[in-house]
Nanobody, 123 residues
Framework: QVQLVESGGGLVQAGDSLRLSCAVSGLTFSGYIMAWFRQAPGKERDFVAWVNPSGVNTRHSDSVKGRFTISRDNAKNTVYLQMNSLKPEDRAVYYC????????????????WGQGTQVTVSS
């Protein structure tokens, strides 16, 4: 059984930092692209970042580039999202996803998803 379990969400003030974690089990972690998506209230699920299987290549959406950093630890089967300089517009449920297909920024190509973790940023 494949499981993706997110943690690290919470309530913070604008300008603060938060680190999300996603623990993965039930698949060969090092063989999958890992990604983070987010969904704000009343909005569609949007791409945040992906990291390739080896962890060498990453891509971040324009809205978070320079503030957020995706990374992975294949020895721990865990992917992370370090979020710095948080803004109120970053408020959303953040989802971890695993997949192997293209395009990597599309939520439709990911096969496995976590339950989501809430991030709330007050101004």
């Amino acid at each position: 059984q494949v499981q993706l379990v997110e943690s690290g969400g919470g309530l913070v003030q604008a300008g603060d930092s938060l680190r999300l974690s996603c623990a993965v089990s039930g698949l060969t972690f090092s063989g999958y692209i890992m990604a983070w998506f987010r969904q704000a209230p009343g909005k569609e699920r949007d791409f945040v970042a992906w990291v390739n299987p080896s962890g060498v290549n990453t891509r971040h959406s324009d809205s978070v580039k320079g503030r957020f950093t995706i990374s992975r630890d294949n020895a721990k089967n865990t992917v992370y999202l370090q979020m710095n300089s948080l803004k109120p517009e970053d408020r959303a449920v953040y989802y971890c996803a695993a997949g192997r297909r293209l395009p990597r920024e599309s939520s439709r190509v990911y096969d496995y998803w976590g339950q989501g973790t809430q991030v709330t940023v007050s101004s």
